[in-house]
């Protein structure tokens, strides 16, 4: 967790550096952080790579859907707030899905990355 001190003595709070660098929540000094949802994090992904939650979250093989799914996947289990049972349930898959999903994401990071 990173830190970046804004105007108005406010204090931003990168969520996951690695993952999620631009999904950011600005508080007040001494306020609670408060912890992101599992839809909002979607909402603003779907919005980001041009897709709807729906079709995150539906069934569809395709790979235009399902990749970025796997890496909305990985990215929700990154942030250590959920287990993967609460993030299959929240796609209507089965956890074993999720770790498939986690897997298959980190082992395609070096292509898309470099």
Do not use: N
């Amino acid at each position: 967790m990173s830190l970046d001190y804004g105007s108005d003595a406010q204090l931003s709070v990168i969520v996951d550096p690695l993952a999620a660098s631009h999904y950011v929540v600005t508080v007040r000094p001494g306020w609670p952080v408060p912890k992101p949802t599992m839809k909002a994090i979607t909402e603003r992904f779907a919005e980001d790579r041009g897709l709807s939650v729906g079709e995150l979250r539906g069934p569809s093989r395709y790979r235009y859907v399902a990749w970025p799914r796997q890496e909305l996947m990985w990215m929700l289990r990154r942030q250590g707030l959920w287990t993967f049972p609460q993030i299959a349930r929240f796609f209507s898959k089965d956890h074993s899905t999720v770790i498939h999903s986690c897997r298959a994401h980190q082992e395609r990071m070096p292509y898309l990355l470099g």
